[in-house]
C-alpha cells in the first residue's frame, strides 16, 4: 500500500473541497465522518490520475462524492 499525500483526512477534504469551491463541503463533511479513508484515497486518486481536463476531473469527483454521500446518510 502505497503512502497517501495527505498526512491528515483534513487536508484532504480541503484539496477535494477546492475541486467545486466550497459547494461540496457539507457532503464532504458527512463522508469523512462516515468513512475517513475514502476521503483520503479519492484526494489521492484525484491528484495522481492524468486527467484529460479540469473539468473531467470535478465531474468524476462530485458523482463518486454523491454516491458515498447517499450511502454514509442511509447508514
Known amino acids: ?13 480541503l484539496y ?4 467545486h ?10 463522508v469523512a465522518r462516515h468513512d475517513p479513508e475514502w476521503i483520503r484515497n479519492i ?3 484525484t491528484m495522481a490520475f492524468d486527467w484529460p481536463n479540469e473539468n ?10 454523491k454516491e458515498k454521500y447517499v450511502t ?3 447508514s
Open 1 to 13: 500500500m502505497t503512502e497517501s499525500k495527505f498526512p491528515t483526512i483534513g487536508s484532504a477534504v
Open 72 to 74: 454514509a446518510i442511509n
Open 56 to 65: 473531467e476531473k470535478r465531474l468524476m469527483f462530485k458523482w463518486s462524492l
Open 16 to 19: 477535494l473541497n477546492s475541486l
Open 21 to 30: 469551491h466550497g459547494e461540496l463541503l457539507d457532503r464532504l463533511n458527512v
Open 43 to 45: 484526494a489521492d486518486i
